[in-house]
Structures are given as structure tokens and as C-alpha cells.
């Protein structure tokens, strides 16, 4: 499908976007970890926490263990524990990493303000419109009109499609959505009053501690009838994916799909909504689509969550050979000051950009991972490069180990919108017409 949906190849379009003040560092010396199981041990919390509360909400490794798998689970927790928890030694002096405020419009495709629509944006929709109102959608065609951006008024239902998780035929999808739907509140039914069980309830709690983190500063996030919605979407999918169970990370993937659908109903500020106002058949609907197209993405890269994390493992390990060959500055200086790749692209790779992007760009992001052939798996690559060399000149003019890597866990995005986005993505796309076709070209 990604033959018909050739963003401009124009190199003009790269450009580079000011930046922020840089903060101060201390002096601090480094000590490089020689294996992902050594940095697993070792690195710095993915997520903005304070140690104090670990030590009372996760009390030892062991009594984090989701209990979905025997000894070899609570390994795994335990190797998760420290692979998230403990401190790197070469962090220990750094201030705390602001969280990204995920600021207004958040649903919205302008960053702007939405100004009355163009010509072209009209008739974009116009033909969104009528690939939808045919009797037999064409996915392909769909893909290819998606990938620069679905308009805000058509993208739940395309996204649906987009998803797998509607059929194409139009007569079908009522009876489908009604079924999948059914099928989901059923597993409610089944299951979730399990999580106080013995076997469940670490996975329930560690997905409980979690939900308030995600987004902390959103209101529409902090509500309870959200975090409670969060919560079953989560445990439902941990308990029937004990391959993996539940990990950090997976519960960032929820919100997208869960804004956009909701955003279906609402035409105010989704921000600040009030989700308790809306009737309950329609926040049930919204729970069940937003737990059967995140299953849908997870689907496809479900080995970024396994244990020990392969695929998290394999895709910064490409990355950091497509940057070596992409750009050969970047790369020995990260060398030169020793900044590990899995430093700042574990948390690329395991929130797919979540924690770098406002909320508006991710959903403008996803549009295109979901219209490109393995978006989220292998386009997501060429993504994360194109965003690394965004910052050559900020990452080039950082000549310490703390300032390389503070630059890197902040990169100010805070004012990016659809354009910023756009150029990204044609970057990605220009990397990955360069290079995919010729893994020689970033494997040793």
C-alpha cells in the first residue's frame, strides 16, 4: 500500500525549528553499560516518578509480579523492576525531567486554532466522505488519502477501518461493531472482578498506580470515570496476553484512540470534557473501540513487551545503525561522550513518541502509521531517525554527557503542530525510500 502514498520527497522540506533555553548540569561522570541486560539493571525510570512513592507503592521486585506466569514471571517483573526503577548512576545529579505539557486543541489538526476550512481541505473531506459512504470501501485508496493527515470529522471512523477492526463492506460494520462490542463488556463480565484475586491483583495495582500518570497534566485524563475506563481496558488485555501481561508503556497506547473517539461527541474542548455527562451507552462504545484498536496496534508489536523486550532490544539497535549511516556526526559524538542510544530510545521505542510529542502531533502521527504497511513496527524507525537528525544542530553543539542527554529526554516540541509533523513524517518516508529497500545499507 505505500507504493500509492508518496509524501514530497522535496529536500527543501527539512528545516530546522529554534529551541529551547538549554538548563545548567552538573559535572558528572559516566560509566557505559556494556549490555542491554546491564542498562536494564541500571537505567532511569522511562516515566516521571519519585522514588519515595516507588518504595511504597512497588515494595520489593518480587511483590510486582504480575502472578500470570510462575518463577520465570516474577524474573521478568523483577528484571523490569530494575529496568525501570533503578537510578543510573550517571543520571543521579540531573534535575527531574519535566513532564510535556499536552497542550489545548489536543484533537484538533491545527495547533493554531482552527481557521475556517480551505478549498483543498474541503474537498480532501469530500473525498474522505465518499470512500466511506461506499458500499465497499477501498482500503487502499483510504490508506493512501490518510497518510498526510484524516481530517478531524471523518478520522474515528477511518481509524476504525484503518485498524482492522471495521470491515470495508458498509452493511456489515453495525452488526460487527454491536458484535465486538457485546464481546468486550462480556470479557468485563468474565474477568474483571478477578483483579482483587490473588493471581491478578499485582498486574490490577501496578495498572492502577499507573492511569493517573498518564497524561497527569490533562484534565480530561483525571477523571475517574476515565481512569476507570483506562483501568479495565488494560487489565482485560494483560489477562488475555500473558505472554506479556501488563508492562509500562501500553498504558500511553490507550489514550489516542480514546481521544479521537471520544472527540466523535464532543465539539468543544475534549480537554476539558466532562465524560461523565455523556449517556452510557455512548461511553461503553467508546471504551470497547478504544480496547479492540489498541489490541489491533499491540497486535503488531507485541515483542516490544514480551520478556526482557526484544523488540524493543532490535529496533534501537536499528536505529543506531541507520544513524551511523545517515549521519555519521551525530553518531560519533553520541561515541565520543558516551551517550547510549537505549538512553533516550528505549522510551522512543516502548511509548512510540508519546513522551516526546504533544497529544495532537501523536494522533496526527498515528494517521500515517496506520495508513503505512507496519506503521507502528517498521515505519516507526524512520520516524525516530528523521526525529534525532531534526536535532543535529542542538545535539552537535552539546559537548557534555548531561547535556547530550537532558537535550535528548527533552526535546522541545511543546509548540509543534500538523506542519512540524508533516515534515517529519516526509523525512521518515524519504529515509525509509532510501534505505529500506537496502538493509545493507544500515546493517552491519
Not at 166 to 180: D, F, G, I, Q, T
Not at 247 to 268: A, K, M, R, W
Not at 316 to 321: G, I, N, Q, T, Y
Amino acid at each position: 500500500c505505500t507504493e500509492v502514498t508518496h509524501p514530497p520527497l522535496d529536500p527543501r522540506l527539512r528545516r530546522t525549528y529554534p529551541k529551547d533555553t538549554k538548563p545548567q548540569f552538573n559535572n558528572l561522570k559516566s560509566k557505559k553499560a556494556s549490555s542491554f541486560h546491564e542498562f536494564a539493571r541500571s537505567t532511569n525510570d522511562a516515566w516521571d516518578i519519585d522514588e519515595e512513592e516507588d518504595e511504597d507503592f512497588l515494595g520489593t521486585p518480587a511483590q510486582t509480579s504480575s502472578g500470570l506466569h510462575s518463577t520465570s514471571t516474577q524474573n521478568q517483573v523483577t528484571t523490569r523492576h530494575h529496568f525501570f526503577r533503578s537510578t543510573l548512576q550517571k543520571q543521579q545529579s540531573l534535575p527531574v525531567r519535566p513532564i510535556i505539557p499536552l497542550v489545548a486543541r489536543m484533537s484538533d489538526q491545527n495547533a493554531s486554532g482552527a481557521p475556517p476550512m480551505t478549498v483543498r481541505e474541503k474537498s480532501r473531506l469530500d473525498k474522505f466522505k465518499q470512500l466511506l459512504a461506499s458500499p465497499n470501501t477501498d482500503l487502499e485508496e483510504l490508506r493512501k488519502h490518510s497518510w498526510s493527515g484524516i481530517p478531524r470529522e471523518v478520522r474515528p471512523i477511518t481509524w476504525r477501518l484503518l485498524s482492522g477492526y471495521l470491515p470495508a463492506n458498509k452493511e456489515r460494520r453495525e452488526l460487527v461493531l454491536k458484535r465486538k462490542r457485546d464481546e468486550y463488556f462480556g470479557f468485563i463480565e468474565q474477568y474483571y472482578h478477578s483483579r482483587t484475586d490473588e493471581h491478578y491483583k499485582d498486574t490490577y495495582r501496578q495498572i492502577h498506580i499507573d492511569i493517573p500518570r498518564t497524561n497527569p497534566l490533562i484534565p480530561l485524563f483525571q477523571q475517574p470515570v476515565v481512569q476507570e475506563v483506562f483501568e479495565r481496558i488494560l487489565f482485560i488485555w494483560a489477562i488475555r496476553h500473558p505472554a506479556s501481561g501488563y508492562v509500562q508503556g501500553i498504558n500511553d497506547l490507550v489514550t489516542p484512540f480514546f481521544v479521537v473517539f471520544l472527540s466523535e461527541f464532543v465539539t468543544e474542548d475534549v480537554e476539558n470534557f466532562e465524560v461523565a455527562a455523556l449517556p452510557l451507552d455512548t461511553r461503553r462504545n467508546i471504551e470497547a473501540d478504544s480496547f479492540w484498536c489498541m489490541s489491533k496496534l499491540l497486535d503488531g508489536i507485541q515483542d516490544n513487551y514480551t520478556f526482557a523486550q526484544p523488540g524493543i532490544q532490535n529496533k534501537v539497535k536499528a536505529l543506531e545503525e541507520l544513524v551511523s549511516r545517515i549521519d555519521e556526526d551525530i553518531h560519533n559524538h553520541f561515541k565520543r561522550y558516551e551517550v547510549e542510544y537505549l538512553q533516550f530510545a528505549f522510551r522512543w521505542m516502548n511509548n512510540l513518541l508519546m513522551r516526546e510529542l504533544p497529544l495532537r502531533c501523536t494522533i496526527r502521527l498515528w494517521d500515517t502509521y496506520q495508513a503505512e504497511a507496519e506503521g507502528f513496527s517498521h515505519f516507526h524507525l524512520y520516524v525516530c531517525s528523521a526525529f534525532l537528525i531534526e536535532w543535529r544542530k542542538e545535539i552537535l553543539s552539546m559537548v557534555d554527557f548531561q547535556g547530550l542527554l537532558m537535550l535528548l529526554q527533552n526535546l522541545p516540541t511543546i509548540h509543534w503542530g500538523n506542519e512540524e509533523v508533516g515534515l517529519l513524517l516526509a523525512e521518515a518516508y524519504r529515509l525509509k525510500y532510501m534505505f529500506a529497500d537496502a538493509p545493507s545499507h544500515y546493517k552491519r
